[in-house]
Structures are given as structure tokens and as C-alpha cells.
């Protein structure tokens, strides 16, 4: 069965303090990996779909970069708007559902 | 424009009661999704229709749980019976025409069953 596992389940940065979020998944043919970010009491908001090992995008302070096996989030210089939950899914191919991971609690301190 | 809207936003029940949840999604969007997120995980996912149609309900878990989209927007996810355990966050989705299109989220509906 296809599985996304997220480590660290939760980190705490100081602002300024750059580090990586890491997304494992085991999917029989990938059809995309999404990365949401998501607020306390609001449902997730899309920030990344990667459909390919090599496949790099950034948005501000975030990059996602994906491999056979995982996905990394790095976030460079965060600020502690960049507080949240970020959540990593994928999708197979031949399949509809998508398999989301339990996510990493990300805490940024001033 | 508008995003994707659910009500109620908290829902309390008594065990063995029905309740109904409801999805607006984004207007124009034929793929709809309902997940359903207990606290310190991920959302797991229930159904997904595209148009009127359910083209997957594999994750629903039981009979208890059903959801319509009689006319391609608007979707209600059912729950008979409910149990305790029901209790969680169930968040709507919806993308513009296939499953690998964008999702936007609604903010869900909290469930709690006494």
C-alpha cells in the first residue's frame, strides 16, 4: 500500500535559522507529490506539486526537491509567519486518492 | 472569488444520532473530495467525486458513511449511527477538472460525538 512517512513530527528553528523538512513515501508509479502548509483550525493550502525525481520549485523562502524516494521542504532564513504544519501527500498512478503524511509541526522563534 | 465553504464549522452529537456535513465547493470545480483529519494527523481520504458521480469511495470506512453530489457542486458527506470515534476534522476539497489538478481546501468541519 502506498505510505508517507514525515520526520521531523515536529521542530523548533530559531528566525533566520535554515533546516529541511523530510516526506519518505513508497508509491507504486508516481503521479504527483503535493506539499500544503496548514494553519491551526483551517484546512491545507497548497504550496508544491512535483511529478518527477529531479524536480525542483521555490516559493519565497521554501524549495521542495523530490528523488525516488522522498521529498525534501528546505526553508531558508524562516520567520516565524513561516509557523505551521506542513503537510506532504502523494498520488499513484492509475488512482485517485492521495496519501497524506502526519505532517511537521514547524515552530519559529523571533 | 470565493473559496471552498463547509457547514456547519463545529458540529456536537450524541452517539447513535445523524448528521449531514456540507460542501460548497469552488464554482466550476467537477473534482470534489472529502478527507477526514483526527488531531496530530494527516488528512485521510474518504471519496472523491468528479461531476455527480462518486469515481472513488474506497476510503469510506464503514455503511455508516455516504455522500451525494446530486448536481455536480454542492456535496453532502452523511454519517448514520454515529460512533465516538467518528469524532475529527472532515475538510472538503475541490480542483478544477482532475484529481491531479490543484486541491483547495475548505476549512472543515469539526465533528464531536458525545
Known amino acids: 500500500e502506498d505510505q508517507v512517512t514525515q520526520s521531523p513530527e515536529a521542530l523548533r528553528l530559531q528566525e533566520g535559522e535554515s533546516s529541511s523538512l523530510n516526506c519518505s513515501y513508497t508509491?507504486?508509479?508516481?503521479?504527483?507529490l503535493f506539499w500544503y502548509r496548514q494553519d491551526p483550525g483551517k484546512g491545507p493550502e497548497f504550496l508544491f506539486t512535483l511529478y518527477s525525481a529531479g524536480e525542483e520549485k521555490e516559493k519565497e523562502r521554501l524549495k521542495a526537491t523530490l528523488t525516488k524516494k522522498e521529498s525534501f521542504l528546505h526553508i531558508t532564513a524562516p520567520k516565524p509567519e513561516d509557523s505551521a504544519t506542513y503537510l506532504c501527500?502523494?498520488?499513484?498512478?492509475?488512482?485517485?486518492?492521495?496519501?497524506f503524511g502526519s505532517g511537521t509541526k514547524l515552530n519559529v522563534k523571533p | 472569488g470565493a473559496g471552498v465553504s463547509q457547514t456547519p464549522s463545529n458540529k456536537v452529537t450524541e452517539k447513535g444520532k445523524y448528521v449531514e456535513l456540507r460542501c460548497d465547493p469552488i464554482?466550476?470545480?467537477?473534482?470534489l473530495y472529502w478527507y477526514r483529519q483526527s488531531l496530530g494527523q494527516g488528512p485521510e481520504f474518504l471519496i472523491y467525486?468528479?461531476?455527480?458521480?462518486?469515481?472513488?469511495d474506497s476510503g469510506l470506512p464503514n455503511d455508516r458513511f455516504f455522500a451525494v453530489r446530486p448536481e455536480g457542486s454542492v456535496s453532502t458527506l452523511k454519517i448514520q449511527r454515529t460512533e465516538r470515534g467518528d469524532s475529527a476534522v472532515y475538510l472538503c476539497?475541490?480542483?478544477?477538472?482532475?484529481?491531479?489538478?490543484?486541491?483547495?481546501f475548505g476549512p472543515g468541519t469539526r465533528l464531536t460525538v458525545l
Open positions: 467525486f468528479q461531476g455527480t458521480g462518486a469515481a472513488d
Open positions: 464554482s466550476g470545480h467537477t473534482a
Open positions: 501527500a502523494v498520488q499513484g498512478v492509475g488512482f485517485n486518492k492521495f496519501y
Open positions: 508509491v507504486s508509479g508516481l503521479r504527483g
Open positions: 476539497a475541490s480542483s478544477l477538472t482532475e484529481a491531479t489538478d490543484t486541491q483547495y
